[in-house]
Every structure is written in structure tokens, then in C-alpha cells.
T-cell receptor
């Protein structure tokens, strides 16, 4: 699996967009980018995933660069409830086992 | 109507004891998992079952034994508990065979095990 690099922590003002970067320079052509988050004392929560194209859902937007070596998760209007650790994971979509491995992630602190 | 439920939420026990953590999902998913989150907060896969069949067994001591009575349940039994087993254990589920589609997992709230 391709390794991912994320900043350990970020701050964001409430109501502003939170842009969380992720580097995955060794990603291969058939690997997907997934984002999960873990709010304190809860289980991880799926946010979004993509392969090549930008994706948007009710929670966030995922922007993947053309060379696919990096991506950005965008929370358009961050709220205090978005304070969590955000994990960027690269994984084969058809790999045996759905074995997601969660690294250190980015601790996002949304401040009033 | 919790999607993935684990019991107990907290478990405190002595070294050497045997304990179990139960997991149930009502999503109709085919695949279930156990993950361990250590004190450094890294989440690692331990086991995965698809339709009651073991499909992933990571390098986990054989004191850990998963049991899947049906595809909606995956229980984790731990024998001879050690201090290093203290962690938060998360159950998760996903739809479809592991070779299919995207890795969208639904996690439970976690079970915090403390071994004294």
C-alpha cells in the first residue's frame, strides 16, 4: 500500500472551510484515496473516497491532484462537532480483506 | 437502532483472566472485522470474517480467538489476558466480499479493555 503523510495537527475557525492535505506520492494507478475521521471516544467514521476525479458528498469534498500524488479533504463550513482526527488512507479497491490501516492522521481543532 | 454495536463498552480485568467482547451489526453486511487501537492511537486490523469464514488473521497472538456464529455477529475472545492487551477494540462491518469495491467500513463505538 502507498504510504500517506499528513500534518499532525491543524486549527480552523468555526464556519470557515477546513482544508486537510494528504501526500501519497507512491500511489499506484488502481489505489483509492479514503478519508475517515475519529471523534474523541468514538469509532472511526467514513467520510469520502475517490480514485481520480474530485468527489463531493453531504459531508465533504475530496480534491485529488491530476498526478494523484496528493489530495485535500475540504469541510466547507467547519463546526465545533468537526473537531476530530482525520485519517487519509490509500488502498486498493479490490484488495483482499479491506484491510484499512490507519496511521497518525491530522488532529483538526475547530475553534469558536 | 445502532448499526454496529459492541458490548461491553468498558472492561477492567486482572492479568491471566479470560474475557470476551461481543459485536453485532444490523446492516446486513457480509464482512466483519476486529481492529485494535493502542495507546498511540494507531488502528490495526486483527481479524476479518466474511459470511462466517475467516479471511484475515493478522499477526495476533493465538490467545485471541474470533468467533462468528452468523454473519451478523463477530465476537472476540481473549485468553490469559496480559498488560499489553490493554487497548480499545473496534468492531466494524462492510458490504460484499473483500475483493469487491470500495473499503467503506462502519465501525462500532469501541470497547476499552484495561488489564491490571
Amino acid at each position: 500500500d502507498a504510504k500517506t503523510t499528513q500534518p499532525p495537527s491543524m486549527d480552523c475557525a468555526e464556519g470557515r472551510a477546513a482544508n486537510l492535505p494528504c501526500n501519497h506520492s507512491t500511489i499506484s494507478g488502481n489505489e483509492y484515496v479514503y478519508w475517515y475521521r475519529q471523534i474523541h471516544s468514538q469509532g472511526p467514521q467514513y467520510i469520502i473516497h475517490g480514485l481520480k476525479n474530485n468527489e463531493t458528498n453531504e459531508m465533504a469534498s475530496l480534491i485529488i491532484t491530476e498526478d494523484r500524488k496528493s489530495s485535500t479533504l475540504i469541510l466547507p463550513h467547519a463546526t465545533l462537532r468537526d473537531t476530530a482526527v482525520y485519517y487519509c488512507i490509500v488502498r486498493l479497491g479490490n484488495n483482499a480483506g479491506n484491510m484499512l490501516t490507519f496511521g497518525g492522521g491530522t488532529r483538526l481543532m475547530v475553534k469558536p | 437502532d445502532t448499526a454496529v454495536s459492541q458490548t461491553p463498552k468498558y472492561l477492567v480485568t486482572q492479568m491471566g483472566n479470560d474475557k470476551s467482547i461481543k459485536c453485532e451489526q444490523n446492516l446486513g453486511h457480509d464482512t466483519m472485522y476486529w481492529y485494535k487501537q493502542d495507546s498511540k492511537k494507531f488502528l490495526k486490523i486483527m481479524f476479518s470474517y466474511n459470511n462466517k469464514e475467516l479471511i484475515i488473521n493478522e499477526t495476533v497472538p493465538n490467545r485471541f480467538s474470533p468467533k462468528s456464529p452468523d454473519k451478523a455477529h463477530l465476537n472476540l475472545h481473549i485468553n490469559s489476558l496480559e498488560l499489553g492487551d490493554s487497548a480499545v477494540y473496534f468492531c466494524a462491518s462492510s458490504q460484499g466480499r473483500p475483493l469487491s469495491g470500495a473499503n467503506v467500513l462502519t465501525f462500532g463505538a469501541g470497547s476499552r479493555l484495561t488489564v491490571l
